[in-house]
């Protein structure tokens, strides 16, 4: 999608100093997470829905993500912890407890900059407000950047710069 934004000559997109058509895209999607609105969980365990069947994933490595997302204190509590199987979507999970999952899955290979699409839409406050809060202290103790794409008013109590868009441009 960017790349189809780039005009040479018309104001270049620079990413870390680099025009966007030279970037490295395998190097440039490591360094992005993304958590969409509707989470996909897999007929598997947790720990191959964190690890995405990532070569040389170790259990510590998802423990870390997994707790990094809040989403350990649950997980550990699983009949099997990371090896309990899921279901069909993670049906046996709450909504709240997919998003972690999906946010652990981001963290996974420690990105610079975290994609949050309506990550929360749909969860109750107390849970959208835990999520925010994992979030925030991301940000703040990890260095995390993080945009977060949201209707919700939960995330306006906590990031730096809020962005109102209106018929595609920017009205605030």
Not at 31 to 42: A, D, M, R, S
Not at 53 to 70: M, T
């Amino acid at each position: 999608l960017l790349a189809g934004l780039y005009q040479p000559g018309a104001g270049h997109i620079r990413i870390d100093g680099v025009d966007l058509p030279e970037l490295d895209l395998q190097r440039w999607r490591h360094l992005l997470g993304y958590v969409p609105q509707e989470v996909t969980l897999f007929h598997d365990t947790v720990f191959r829905n964190v690890s995405l069947w990532e070569e040389g994933a170790s259990e510590a490595d998802v423990i870390e993500a997994l707790q990094v997302a809040g989403a350990w204190p649950f997980v550990s509590e699983l009949p099997n912890g990371l090896h309990e199987l899921l279901g069909e979507r993670g049906h046996q999970l709450s909504g709240g407890q997919r998003q972690r999952i999906s946010i652990a899955r981001a963290l996974m290979h420690r990105p610079k900059l975290l994609i949050l699409d309506e990550a929360t839409t749909g969860l109750d406050p107390q849970t959208e407000g835990e999520i925010c809060e994992v979030v925030r202290k991301l940000c703040v103790e990890e260095g995390l950047t993080v945009l977060a794409i949201s209707h919700q008013p939960a995330w306006q109590r906590i990031v730096d710069r809020v962005y109102t868009m209106e018929d595609g441009a920017t009205v605030q």
